[in-house]
């Protein structure tokens, strides 16, 4: 074979070329050495840090760049998005790759995308914007003519955001759409031919609805909701900024594509190939070797897996892999192509050929819809996937059921050819020896009355991997009048280690005649065809099961359905089954915002954009990781305890001390102050000592040269254990009597016993309701970059938290000095929602120790899996209720008690139990009241603050007994809600008297605008239709107290300085997560001096410009640190005033020069602590917040029954926030908590080591990375959006009477839930089950379809089964 021959010829021929990359622009020689590195360390490395790491795993499209390069067939350059964290560097070799900077910036001008999406508000924390600004480009360079708004919407699934809720940003990119384009040329229409509203303002539409707002100041001036002129499509292809485009290099136009041979870090080898022959020759020298196409596999497994491979073959260029054939009896694809090309193909042929033929090739394109997002269709490989063998892969089943063939060719080139059926041996195990490769995959047309069909469940429909998924294919044949089966293949992913066969039922089916005796027969006996046991890894066996019959009965009726018609064929379809077969085509979504200026100044009350904006979305806006790396300085990484609950027996280090790039580990021993932390309680130990009480402690830290050397230096770290008996759950610690000491709370109204026993009560009910966790999932992970000066006298860091103060008080703790000599500044961070405001800072603790004993900086950042192991979630919740109430639904007495998980310390569980027991009324009067609360100690990561801290589970508590009490009686929920409102003058369960309370303004609004009883019928309607599809809705108040609990936290600093040109700098106590805060406060300022927003700065938080601030949390820190603000300014002005009062015509930079002369002090310190507030737990009584936010929202959503798949149809939510000080901001902070809201309650669900999931590694978490843990995409917002600001409603309980917005709306989501829950009363209707059941938090479709209770989950589960969660 002379491999070696041609070896030296490879080498030879790589030796001679240089290995070259353009990165916007700009020619870079890659060195030799780097084959370990992806193109996201390469860019960032290089300082191109506006591409951002989020997750490292394609899950969260932070990384998205453009790759380019030249089709030598096509003879054009081809344009795709990719995932840089999975890009393997050198793969890239003899491309162009286009980052966010290589768009616009904001000296040399802004792209339309990017400015498109600035001006839309389109981001917040803007951490994920990057990424989305390069989804929509490369979207539009590769299209030929302007996309299509669901071709829009499609593109961005890849993309996750976790403050918007998506609107803005569809909004944004909506302009460039082709249904749009018409318009641009008649301005005058007032509607489109559709019924789109057109905007009276711009001419063009948009979602700013007819409702546009009339600013009350200056009544003529009538503009746009959103508040910004849009561009158009052809301003980014025809027009002026196509100059600043940068052009496809022409040095790569006529460069010859070269084999490669390089290495990397560990003696990685890297190969890429350009001929078939190579490929052999280096298979049979290195039979491990590794192929790979688009790394989206191996580079997980080389991750996550800390598999190494030594060599790794690229086969992206070869021919022979690439290839794409159209025969006469079916398609050849290249074992190397690239989904998205297969799906093109795919495309094209179904539009050119007979329907008959392409019933495989339908069956494919439909399933690559739910495959992984753009950026992973646009590299992940066919043979990639076949070859990986995943038992969840969702084409393998379909390639088994078409009866596709695989060639594959060994060393010797000897060609053989199997069928995919027989293809797969075992869990990730195929027909592949060492020597062998897959060559390519033969699809064979499907004949007449051939059918194939895929079928797949997944927690979220785009972007995931299956629950269980199938490849379906029939072949019938008229016979003797009846319409028989002559073929079958009936295939399943996901219900064993393989995709599998079902070989019983293939072969009952053959033979038999199409009807509903073959139905029932074969229904039968694919329950024992494919087994589960209990105990499966992977969980939700009933779930599964009962998927794989739905499937099947969906399969049957699809294919009674294109039978429909067929001479002799008789197995009709009733209209109401086609529910079951109706596949989901989302339309796009549209958005419509409703809110009036009330303007106070030049600038408050103005929906201003984001002051960050235009630095966001061109990535020129720096996060703590992307400070650069100060000269000697070093990466941390943590060692963690991989034990629930154990003793430290030993711990050997010897294998880090030789790991490459070791500078130094640092236990317990090493602090040089206390080793005890805590946020309240002293409970914590920075480095665990003898005992660990949950997997992920921290035990030591270990520092090496880069952040791949210390993560994998704190990997060879081994530690001996002792097992020790684990609490890990609820359930576990009410039985083991484990609770955090002295959290017990109490709270009482009237007389609760005496009421349940008078008789008074016409009912009384009892139950539980559980709750389960929910992640923070900021796109951006925990850093902090650490160092000491002045010889190590003084400790500064930058960190990503939302409370400086807490890193400044945990690292002078530990590191025993003084606060003074401790500084902690943030820039911003992106995106933190409660968890960055006390579980950020152990891990700057942590890092500041090697840094202050080393005397060198030190930077941490966290990994998406370990920051989602270790740092804590959401306390998941459980309550007990007993509730009495009358005939009519008045409710007389609650009986509560509530338990949180609170993990292995105490952090602030205590604090959010008692917001728990403050809302366990939500805003409902209730006469008699007894409440009981305590926190769990569990061997879990200590739970923490997560948007609304404890209120929405105390709501959504009330809000499942209030349902069921409308169950008891027959009556709909939304009436016992309006029955049991309560109103101004009403005494809470805490003594305090409501006022202005707007609860039945936002009710009544909501109702009249969503005309809930037309809903209502409308439903109702549906449902009566379709047996397989029902449709639900609901209506859910809410009322969210404004402070912090603790009296003490309630207070604010700020600094201002006034400069000599008239320009001001604000320092404040808050930190700016994306929430709009740090606008909202320049505002302010703006409107108190009466100049420009433009001539306000607000630069960081910075510990030593204001200290002791509390943390930016609780919704209030714009009414405190304005207040703060503007007593700053006042002071100002008030010095001011004098020489003002002599200059009345002068500017604001001439009075400034005029008091600098005369020796006038124009910087303050501006402080506010909020009147009026208290709350003394002994008597139970008090003020504990200074106001309440009022809301209400109305949802419908739309379930499939046979499989939980849901979708929101419509969201119509009304929020009193007084005279908002920014609607625009406003508006996303309601939009992006509705939508995270949304998560919690049907999307995202916490798979822990637990009791429930005995699978799991006890105390592991499961769901660590976006692979696993489904945050809401752009395809799961409601498909109608409307969100609505109470008008003439001011506030005088706060800053220019405006309200707090950031908690308040996130329990509206549960209306999707409630809708859910009454979609599914439907469905259970049609199976005679007409009684209350129980529905856990979050409704997965694991949880809809099996609360659809009907014959194919019968014979797994009873009709109450509760899915098991992890509370
Ligand atoms: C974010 C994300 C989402 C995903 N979503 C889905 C999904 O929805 N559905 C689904 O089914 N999968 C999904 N996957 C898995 C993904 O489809 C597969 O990882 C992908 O198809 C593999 O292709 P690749 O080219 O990237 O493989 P690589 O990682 O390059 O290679 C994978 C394996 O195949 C081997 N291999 C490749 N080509 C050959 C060949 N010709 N001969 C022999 N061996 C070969 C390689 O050696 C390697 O072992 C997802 C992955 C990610 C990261
Ligand atoms: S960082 Fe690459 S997809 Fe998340
Ligand atoms: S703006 Fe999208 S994650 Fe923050």
């Given at each position: 074979m002379g491999s070696l021959d041609h070896e030296e010829e490879l080498i030879a021929l790589a030796e001679s070329n240089e290995a070259i990359l353009y990165i916007n622009g700009i020619r870079h020689v890659l060195p030799n050495g780097l084959a370990h590195l992806t193109l996201l360390q390469y860019l960032r490395d290089l300082g191109l840090t506006g591409t951002k790491l989020g997750c490292g795993e394609g899950g969260c499209g932070a990384c998205t760049v453009m790759a380019s390069y030249y089709d030598e067939h096509l003879k054009k350059s081809v344009h795709y998005a990719i995932n840089a964290c999975l890009a393997p560097l050198y793969s890239m070799e003899g491309m162009h790759i286009i980052t966010v900077e290589g768009l616009g910036n904001r000296r040399n001008g802004l792209h339309p995308v990017q400015e498109s999406l600035a001006r839309a508000h389109g981001s917040q924390c803007g951490f994920c914007t990057p990424g989305f600004v390069m989804s929509m480009y490369a979207l539009l360079r590769s299209?030929?003519?302007?996309?299509?708004e669901e071709q829009i919407e499609e593109s961005l699934a890849g993309n996750l955001c976790r403050c918007t809720g998506y609107r803005p940003i569809i909004d944004a990119f909506r302009v460039f759409a082709k249904s749009y384009d018409a318009l641009y040329t008649n301005v005058s229409s007032a509607s489109t031919p559709g019924g789109d509203f057109v905007c009276p303002s711009t001419g063009k539409p948009c979602s700013c609805g007819s409702n546009a707002v009339t600013n009350r100041t200056s009544a003529e001036n009538v503009t746009c909701g959103n508040g910004y002129k849009r561009v158009s499509y052809s301003e980014i292809d025809g027009s002026s900024y196509s100059e600043k485009e940068l052009i496809f290099p022409p040095e790569l136009l006529l460069r010859k594509t070269k084999p490669l041979n390089l290495n990397g870090a560990g003696g990685i080898k890297w190969y890429r190939p350009l001929k078939l022959q190579h490929v052999l020759d280096l298979k049979s020298r290195y039979p491990d070797a590794k192929l790979v196409v688009g790394n989206t596999e191996v580079g997980i497994e080389t991750k996550f897996k800390n598999v190494q491979y030594q060599v790794l073959i690229s086969v992206i260029h070869v021919p022979e892999l690439n290839t794409l054939i159209v025969r006469d009896d079916g398609l050849e694809i290249g074992a190397a192509v690239r989904l998205t090309e297969l799906l093109n193909l795919l495309k094209k042929v179904v539009a050119e050929r007979d329907a008959h033929e392409t019933s495989s090739c339908k069956a494919f394109i439909e399933q690559l819809k739910w495959f992984a997002g753009k950026q992973i269709k646009n590299v992940a490989s066919v043979g990639g996937n076949i070859c990986t063998a995943s038992p969840i892969s969702d084409l393998n089943p379909l390639w088994m059921a078409a009866g596709a063939k695989f060639r594959i060719i060994d060393c010797k080139e000897n060609v053989r050819t199997t069928l995919a059926e027989d293809f797969f041996m075992g869990y990730r195990k195929v027909d592949l020896t060492c020597s062998e490769i897959l060559l390519s995959v033969f699809l064979p047309w499907s004949r007449p009355f051939e059918f194939v069909k895929e079928f797949k469940q997944a927690h979220r429909r785009d972007d995931d991997i299956a629950i269980v998924n199938a490849g379906m294919r029939v072949s019938l044949e008229e016979k003797d009048g009846k319409w028989a089966v002559s073929d079958a293949s009936i295939v399943y992913g996901g219900v064993a280690p393989v995709s599998l066969s079902a070989p019983k039922t293939k072969h009952f089916l053959i033979g038999k005649s199409w009807d509903k005796e073959l139905l029932q027969g074969a229904l039968g006996i694919l329950k024992d065809d494919i087994f589960l046991s209990d105990n499966a890894p992977g969980g939700m066996v009933e779930f599964r099961k009962s998927l794989t019959l739905s499937f099947f009965f969906k399969f049957f009726l699809w294919v009674s359905h294109q039978m429909e018609g067929k001479q002799s064929f008789t197995e009709g379809l009733p209209q109401s089954h086609l529910s079951a077969i109706q596949s989901y085509d989302r339309p796009s979504s549209s958005g419509i915002q409703d809110y009036e200026v009330m303007n106070h100044g030049t600038s408050v009350g103005f929906p201003m954009v984001h002051l960050s904006s235009k630095l966001q979305v061109t990535g020129e806006a720096e996060y703590a990781d992307d400070t650069p790396m100060p000269p000697n300085a070093l990466h941390a990484a943590l060692i963690l305890s991989r034990k629930a609950h154990a003793r430290i027996l030993s711990i050997d280090d010897s294998g880090a001390k030789i790991s490459p790039g070791f500078k130094g580990l640092f236990t317990s021993k090493d602090v040089p102050g206390s080793n005890c932390i805590g946020p309240v309680v002293y409970d914590e130990e920075l480095f665990a000592t003898e005992i660990v009480t949950c997997v992920g402690q921290v035990i030591g830290v270990v520092v090496a040269d880069t952040h791949e050397n210390a993560r994998l230096a704190s990997r060879k770290v081994h530690i001996e254990y002792e097992d020790l008996p684990a609490v890990l759950s609820i359930k576990d610690a009410l039985q083991s009597n484990s609770f955090h000491p002295n959290t017990e709370r109490h709270m009482k109204k009237g007389d609760v016993e005496w009421c349940l026993q008078s008789g008074e009560c016409d009912k009384i009910i009892e139950g539980e309701v559980q709750i389960g966790g929910q992640e923070h999932f900021y796109l951006e992970p925990n850093s902090s970059l650490i160092w000491t000066m002045d010889g190590g006298n003084e400790v500064h860091m930058i960190s990503s938290t939302q409370c400086p103060d807490k890193h400044q008080k945990y690292v002078a703790h530990v590191l025993d000095l003084p606060m003074s000599k401790v500084v902690c500044k943030t820039k911003r961070i992106g995106g933190g929602f409660g968890g960055k405001e006390t579980r950020s800072a152990f891990i700057a603790a942590a890092a500041s120790v090697p840094s202050y004993i080393l005397k060198r900086p030190v930077k941490i950042t966290l990994d998406r899996d370990l920051d989602m192991m270790i740092t804590g979630q959401r306390h998941s919740f459980l309550g007990k209720y007993k509730v009495g109430f009358t005939k009519e639904g008045k409710v007389l007495a609650l009986d509560l008690e509530i338990y949180n998980n609170g993990g292995n310390s105490l952090d602030l569980s205590f604090a959010v139990l008692e917001r728990a027991i403050f809302h366990s009324d939500n805003v409902y009067d209730i006469p008699h009241v007894r409440l009981r609360g305590k926190v769990c100690y569990t061997n879990f990561p200590s739970n923490t603050a997560f948007r609304g801290f404890g209120g929405p589970q105390g709501m959504l508590i009330t809000e499942n007994w209030i349902q069921r009490i409308a169950m008891e009686l027959q009556k709909s929920p939304e009436e016992i809600r309006e029955l049991n409102f309560q109103s101004d003058g009403y005494v809470l369960h805490y003594g305090r008297q409501l006022k202005h309370c707007t609860l039945h303004q936002v009710w009544d609004e909501v109702k009249a605008s969503c005309d809930f009883s037309k809903a209502r019928e409308a439903v109702n309607e549906f449902n009566l239709h379709n047996r397989w599809k029902k449709r639900g809705l609901a209506m859910v108040p809410t009322k969210f107290g404004i402070a912090f609990t603790a009296k003490f936290m309630n207070q604010a600093g700020a600094l201002v300085h006034v400069y000599t040109d008239g320009t001001v700098l604000v320092t404040h106590g808050g930190v700016e997560m994306g929430q709009g805060l740090h606008t909202k406060i320049a505002q302010i300022a703006a409107s108190s001096f009466n100049i420009p927003l433009s001539s306000i700065f607000i630069s960081e938080t910075s510990t030593d410009k204001v200290p002791n601030a509390t943390p930016t949390a609780a919704s209030a820190s714009s009414d405190m640190y304005g207040m703060a603000v503007l007593d700053a300014c006042e002071q100002i002005k008030s010095r001011m005033e004098p020489i003002a009062s002599k200059y009345k015509d002068k500017s604001f930079a001439e009075i400034a020069r005029a008091c600098y002369m005369e020796r006038i002090d124009l910087s303050a310190h501006g402080f506010y602590k909020t009147p009026d507030i208290g709350f003394d737990w002994v008597t139970g009584m008090g003020n504990p917040f200074r106001y309440y936010t009022y809301g209400a929202a109305f949802a419908e959503v739309e379930i499939d029954t046979l499989t939980g798949d849901f979708h929101t149809r419509k969201a119509d939510i009304v929020m009193d926030l007084g005279f908002s000080l920014n609607p625009a901001i406003d508006i996303g902070q309601i939009e992006g908590a509705f939508v995270q809201g949304m998560g919690w309650v049907a999307l995202e669900e916490l798979k822990w080591g637990d009791p429930a999931h005995k699978w799991i590694t006890p105390g592991f978490l499961y769901t660590s990375g976006p692979g696993s843990y489904k945050l809401p995409t752009v395809n799961d917002i409601p498909l109608e959006f409307k969100v609505s600001l109470l008008k003439g409603v001011p506030n005088v309980k706060a800053i220019h009477s405006s309200k707090a917005v950031g908690e308040p709306p996130f329990f509206l989501a549960s209306s999707v839930f409630f809708a859910i829950k009454d979609a599914i009363i439907a469905a259970r209707a049609e199976s005679g089950y007409s009684d209350w059941f129980p529905l856990d938090n979050p409704a997965t479709p694991e949880r809809i379809r099996m609360a659809c209770a009907d014959d194919f989950t019968k014979p797994f589960a009873i009709s109450n089964f509760q899915p098991k969660l992890s509370v």
């Open positions: 299209s030929e003519m302007p996309p299509t």
